[in-house]
């Protein structure tokens, strides 16, 4: 994430990074419910009021855990639970005006803590942390110390490791501002949580904007060096369908990190055009997804890096939604949901099969603390990492 306290280091890393571009140039369905109109959930009364809360049931451990409601002027809402600070529905207008939820996710947080959803680990919706992504072998050093990771993706590490953010409970504070209703997480990873050195404090405030934007800041500080990179995990079905393979995509990216066949970067930012990685122009998921082994599963480097700048953009025909995302981050992986199997069933009983949605999590590259050429994830003390994304939506009649 664009970590805009600490200017030298990352002023120095995106130099680097624009420096290697120019020589590089010469490196899981959603079903959309239809309702009311989004109109007819507004009220002037929502439109101030905090979100609501409710009862998401209990972990396994007893604990329980509450779902806040987020509404904004125009109906569209977003529900969010303490544990994982998952997004775990986001209901938004289809051109016809009828709300639809538009991410996967489960009815109750037991659904979140199955076997069946342990052992496939998509990460629904869940914020991601400390470290989004792969890092390489599960380690790395910092500062000449050699630190190991859990590895829980074959031979590397993943997404923050066996307990990430993820799953942790997030204490959580509702509240407005100007530009709709906010949730405020906080969650304090301390000092040798799953390996990663110094105690970690995050902040993550989602606030649902009169705009009809999902937006979300993180920031974080620590009392030791350490490697972060939150990003939020959530999978989009726009249209409600069996997969999204018609949803057309656009990322303004000019290169890719390329990856081997663990899905770490080998280092190169290799160029997309008359590839099948380049989404420059629109295209749809399913036109040339055969191409790619796997599927979609990569970071792509976006074209600019310095404020709020677009890292994506989704156009779904039969119902029109439209999803603009734009980030303070460097790069956006982009998952096409790959690895769910049907094993599966989310809301309403919904079984989740291959490409039933897509990601888009707005990033730092993956391995970064293994890779001195990227941009540098490293947080130091007295330094607050800080990271907006926003998802707004909109509709094309």
Not at 135 to 159: M, S, V
Not at 227 to 253: C, M, Q, R
Not at 271 to 283: I, L, M, N, R
Request: net charge neutral; charged share 15%; with cysteine.
């Amino acid at each position: 994430m664009l970590h805009t306290s600490r200017s030298a280091s990352l002023t120095g890393s995106l130099l680097g990074l624009a420096g290697l571009l120019a020589f590089a140039s010469c490196n899981q369905s959603a079903p959309a419910e239809q309702n009311s109109t989004a109109s007819a959930a507004a009220s002037d009364s929502t439109h101030t009021a905090v979100p609501t809360s409710a009862s998401f049931g209990k972990t396994q451990a007893g604990t329980e855990v509450q779902l806040y409601t987020l509404t904004n002027a125009h109906g569209l809402q977003a529900t969010i639970s303490t544990y994982g600070g998952i997004v775990t529905s986001l209901r938004v207008p289809d051109k016809a005006g009828q709300l639809g939820d538009i991410v996967l996710g489960f009815d109750n947080v037991s659904g979140y803590q199955s076997p069946e959803y342990q052992k496939a680990g998509p990460y629904f919706g869940a914020l991601i942390g400390r470290y989004g992504n792969r890092i390489q072998g599960g380690q790395f050093r910092l500062e000449g110390q050699t630190y190991t990771l859990a590895k829980n993706n074959g031979p590397n590490h993943l997404h923050g490791g066996l307990q990430g953010f993820d799953k942790v409970i997030w204490q959580a504070q509702p509240g407005t501002s100007a530009e709709g209703q906010t949730l405020r997480l906080t969650y304090t990873s301390k000092d040798g949580e799953e390996g990663y050195p110094g105690q970690l404090a995050v902040t993550v405030v989602y606030t649902l904007t009169n705009d009809d934007a999902l937006k979300i800041d993180y920031s974080a500080t620590t009392d030791k060096a350490t490697p972060v990179n939150l990003t939020n995990h959530s999978y989009f079905n726009l249209g409600g369908s069996k997969d999204v393979l018609g949803h057309e995509v656009t990322i303004p990216a000019d290169r890719y990190t390329v990856v081997d066949a663990g899905l770490i970067p080998t280092g190169e930012l290799r160029p997309v055009k008359g590839t099948p990685f380049d989404f420059t122009t629109p295209h749809t998921i399913g036109e040339r997804i055969a191409q790619v082994p796997g599927g979609y599963d990569h970071n792509w480097v976006l074209n600019q890096t310095s404020g709020m700048h677009a890292a994506a953009t989704v156009y779904e025909p039969t119902s029109g939604r439209t999803m603009e995302v734009k980030t303070t981050e460097p790069g956006v992986q982009f998952y096409t949901g790959n690895f769910l199997d049907g094993t599966l069933k989310g809301k309403r009983g919904t079984v989740y099969g291959k490409h039933a949605g897509f990601c888009l999590e707005t990033q730092h590259f993956p391995d970064s603390p293994n890779q001195p050429k990227f941009p540098s994830t490293t947080l130091q003390p007295g330094q607050t990492l800080k990271s907006t994304t926003t998802y707004t939506f909109g509709v094309r009649k």
